[in-house]
């Protein structure tokens, strides 16, 4: 009986979105062959058992369900994150160039006002990810039937070059310091600046880089990674300051070679996040997670492959799980919503699944062979 247990579902946010084919009356009569409701008031993460009268205050103040809603919500709480971390970030930046900016007025230091520049050119490089983050909160269409979260890859990639940019800066200038030297002047006023720019970018940088991991931003993290670079172009400035104090003016353009390097190794971090980002990869640990989850959903006979990709700050995952081949549609879509269930608690960040359920195939018989030439050799991984 091939058609009986073969069955694809598609889950859309958290479990309530079922497929347009099951009607209210399906879903409520599916639940009830497990006795279980489908919707309950509990957060990804925790367990369902009783936490005592404080989680029940929680639940109560806070209800979770698995709305097709909640993935959205999710999305947008995440979204709305990056942009507090951006405007945040921003305004700590703007007030570090402001302070160089007095700084450089007063002294009347080219090489502060030079820095300043630089970092008001830097600090206004947010907005691209700003901009990132509010179009990625536009609901998906017709077009862009899985939304515009990739905004923040692209966003990411910008910030790269801009990373690359601030390396090429600083090794030009050390390299043109080396061949034409020049005296610093306003030892005490540039070090100042510096020592300011330093902290106000590396302060901005370890609140992106924190904010960006907990939303699963990798832009975020790169733009983190980004004033990073902007802090140990301002560093340079001090130590080079200082070591012209104590006579060694040739220790300006050689820290900022040694600078350089780092740049380009804090770069390198950068740009490997994104580039697997870009291709669709995930830490092999959720996807194990969420094979294990949805094997030990009840129904489940076996997990023959999970896929998953991050768009934006959420990820969404395939999977194909295989029951009794004896199951009804009703039971077979049942199943389905266990393994989904199963697997939204394991992965956080996990915003769709969709899951496919084969029947177990007996005596031999193969329910895939009449698409089998569509298939390519690595389209559908053989069950395990």
């Not at 957060?43 to 989680?55: K, S, Y």
């Not at 060694?248 to 740009?271: E, M």
């Not at 996990?350 to 899951?355: G, I």
């Amino acid at each position: 009986m091939p058609q009986r247990g073969h069955h694809h579902h598609h889950h859309n946010g958290a479990h309530g979105d079922h497929d347009a084919a099951a009607d209210d009356g399906t879903r409520e009569r599916a639940n009830a062959l497990t006795g279980k409701h489908h919707n309950h008031d509990h957060d990804h993460g925790h367990d369902h058992g009783g936490g005592g009268p404080w989680d029940g205050l929680r639940h109560l103040l806070a209800p979770h369900s698995h709305d097709a809603a909640d993935s959205v919500d999710s999305a947008m709480v995440g979204s709305a994150e990056g942009i507090r971390a951006v405007q945040v970030s921003l305004l700590v930046l703007g007030l570090t160039a402001g302070l160089q900016l007095i700084v450089a007025l007063a002294s009347g230091s080219v090489a502060v006002l030079a820095d300043t520049i630089h970092n008001f050119a830097d600090a206004s490089t947010a907005i691209p990810l700003w901009l990132a983050f509010w179009i990625g909160r536009r609901p998906a269409n017709a077009r862009y039937t899985y939304g515009y979260g990739r905004a923040e890859d692209l966003a990411g990639v910008f910030v790269l070059a801009m990373i690359v940019g601030s390396a090429v800066i600083a090794a030009w200038e050390s390299l043109q310091k080396l061949l034409r030297p020049e005296p610093i002047e306003h030892l005490g006023w540039v070090a100042a600046a510096g020592l300011a720019g330093f902290v106000g970018n590396e302060a901005v940088a370890q609140y992106r880089i924190r904010v960006g991991q907990r939303i699963g931003s990798a832009a975020l993290v790169a733009d983190g990674y980004h004033a990073r670079t902007d802090g140990l172009t301002s560093l340079a400035v001090v130590v080079g300051a200082a070591g012209v104090w104590l006579g060694y003016p040739v220790a300006d353009p050689i820290v900022g070679l040694l600078i350089t390097v780092a740049i380009l190794l804090v770069l390198k971090d950068a740009a490997l996040q994104m580039w697997r980002r870009l291709l669709d990869a995930v830490d092999p640990r959720l996807v194990e997670q969420a094979a294990a989850a949805a094997a030990q959903a009840e129904g489940v006979q076996r997990v023959s492959t999970v896929r998953a990709r991050w768009i934006g700050h959420s990820i969404h995952a395939e999977a194909l799980i295989v029951a009794d081949a004896d199951l009804s549609l009703r039971e077979a879509h049942q199943v389905a919503e266990r393994a989904r269930h199963n697997m939204l608690h394991a992965v956080p960040k996990l915003a769709t699944v969709t899951v496919h359920v084969d029947p177990c195939e007996h005596g031999g018989i193969d329910y895939h062979a009449e698409l089998a030439h569509h298939d390519r050799p690595h389209s559908r991984d053989s069950a395990t």
